[in-house]
């Protein structure tokens, strides 16, 4: 018998993937897949867990009420983990109605039908019950000195259409607690990498390019830096938080590397240099192919986190390092061409993206 069952919208994404394998993996707990499965969501990343008795999977978009009320009835979850999201920054800027409907909306319509199903539970369900919303700490907008850091109070100052439907919806789970009753959880993370990673994120997209011997784009001069958090840490992190943390409170997740986005190309080059030197037919050196391309409009310069909080109250470190992370990442996608090939040629869903142009 599973200890408790929880629903994980977005869980054939890359983070909410990654938080569905843990649990299936290193937990007796049962989980319901909820994706609308859009470009990002893919099944492939489920595959590993997808024949366990304790996996379900639901395909349906989190602003159809109706679907969202039919299965908190048919499941009837013990926790919600939300990370059912549009995220990609680029993609905001050029379109940012998708976002605001799912980011914003969705979270809504899932709120209310989290707060219908909890207000029909037994006390002591009610008090057991969370609905842990996964966020970014692209919320807080922009760090200017090398010594400041993002905390659970830092005032939310949003730069781009992603990140600002992001910190409405957190303002939406905060409010439904204080107005409502509902126990809400936030965390709030740093940029993450790992297997998995759909292709037109950025370190993904360098090794993809650079095994092709296509060009590096490096935003500005790649001065931007970012704190990098390996993916599997962080969804130790989730569950931990979604299982054992108080409602009404806020964790941020880092994985304490900080690192230019240059940094990060130039490394995920020497890597390469050393397992794959066999490069592409006139390529002498994978750094040859960094190209620095016009800058992202309001491309925030630094963000950095404390985790302090997370590690003081409930006991959690990332386990890798940003060297260790960043060796099995490229080790990853080196041995599983054939799933982003998949990806690169549409294959996954019937449909070709033109990220391999």
């Known amino acids: 018998m599973a200890v408790r069952t929880i629903l994980v919208t977005g869980g054939a994404g890359f983070i909410g993937s990654a938080v569905v394998r843990h649990i299936i993996n290193h937990t007796t707990d049962a989980v319901v897949v909820v994706d609308k499965l859009t470009y990002a969501g893919n099944l492939a990343s489920l595959a590993p867990v997808a024949g366990d008795p304790r996996y379900s999977f639901e395909k349906a978009d989190i602003c159809d009420a109706p679907a969202m009320a039919r ?77 400041d850091f993002f905390t659970e109070t830092t005032a939310y100052e949003p730069s781009s259409p992603y990140s600002a439907s992001k910190a409405s919806s957190d303002h939406l789970v905060r409010a439904w607690m204080r107005t409502y009753g509902l126990p809400t959880l936030v965390t709030n993370c740093s940029n993450n990498y790992g297997p998995y990673h759909f292709p037109e994120k950025l370190i993904p997209l360098m090794i993809l390019n650079a095994l092709a011997g296509k060009p590096l784009p490096v935003y500005g001069d790649g001065s931007q830096v970012r704190d990098w958090l390996y993916v599997e840490d962080h969804a130790r992190a989730l569950y931990l938080v979604a299982t054992t943390g108080a409602a009404g409170e806020t964790w941020n997740i880092g994985g304490h590397n900080e690192r230019t986005n240059l940094e990060v190309v130039k490394t995920l080059c020497a890597l390469l240099e050393t397992l794959v030197p066999q490069k592409p037919a006139g390529i002498a050196h994978y750094q040859d192919l960094i190209t620095f391309v016009a800058d992202r409009p309001g491309h925030d310069l630094r963000y950095a986190i404390d985790a302090s909080k997370i590690e003081r109250e409930l006991g959690w470190r990332p386990q890798e390092t940003f060297d260790s992370g960043m060796a099995k990442t490229v080790a990853w996608y080196l041995a599983h061409q054939d799933w982003w090939q998949q990806v690169l040629d549409g294959s996954y869903r019937g449909e070709r993206l033109g990220l391999d142009k």
């Open 71 to 147: 299965i908190f009835a048919r499941y009837r979850p013990d926790v919600v983990m939300h990370l059912a999201a549009e995220s990609h920054v680029d993609r905001s800027i050029d379109g940012p109605a998708a976002f605001i409907e799912t980011n914003i909306v969705g979270t809504y319509v899932l709120l209310e039908a989290a707060r219908y199903y909890w207000h029909g539970l037994s006390n002591a369900a009610k008090a057991a019950f969370r609905f842990h919303h996964i966020s970014t700490d692209e919320v807080y907008g922009d760090l200017h000195g090398k010594d």
